[in-house]
């Protein structure tokens, strides 16, 4: 059964994170300058600074902490003025994976991003099904507001 998302469960620092700052907003990431690279200081932006924010999910995160067009953004030692995507880009643009969902729905208030902790190498077999258990109680906890029954 197909449904909206309530969560989104990734590795630390692959979720751009949105935090109000003074008078703007500070985007943190993982990917460093990359994610505006080609960011131009006047005009409006190109689509492919835009179609790797959409791809990032950084567009929609953005619009559900309440940045507005025009507001200030500290990212990456930089100062921008926050664009949006035309709506004809963002529908058009959907990318594979993960990303897909959110890239062109915002989906619920609620919708949380949850962190777990990150592997450098895939992990297989019993080392994966041990990471797998520790996460569980950590996701539930989360989903239910730290209010979850035991069975």
Same mark, same amino acid.
């Given at each position: 059964m197909r449904g909206i998302p309530t969560a989104y469960i990734t590795a630390t620092g692959r979720v751009p994170t949105i935090e109000r700052d003074g008078d703007g907003f500070?985007?943190?990431h993982l990917t460093g300058s990359y994610l505006v690279e080609g960011w131009e200081d006047s005009g409006q932006q190109s689509d492919d600074v835009h179609r790797r924010l959409i791809h990032f999910g950084v567009h929609r995160r953005m619009r559900m902490?309440? @940045?507005?067009e025009g507001?200030?953004?500290?990212?990456?030692?930089r100062e921008l003025r926050w664009e949006y995507p035309e709506k004809e880009l963002e529908a058009?643009?959907?990318?594979?994976g993960a990303g897909a969902w959110s890239s062109t729905l915002d989906g @619920?208030?609620?919708y949380r991003n949850i962190e777990l902790r990150a592997y450098?190498?895939?992990v297989e077999g019993d080392e994966f099904d041990e990471s797998v258990a520790e996460a569980i109680p950590q996701v539930v906890s989360i989903l239910t507001g730290g209010n979850e029954t035991t069975g």
């Open positions: 500070r985007l943190s902490s309440g @940045v507005k507001d200030r953004v500290r990212y990456g030692g058009r643009f959907r990318p594979a @619920v208030a609620g450098a190498a895939p």
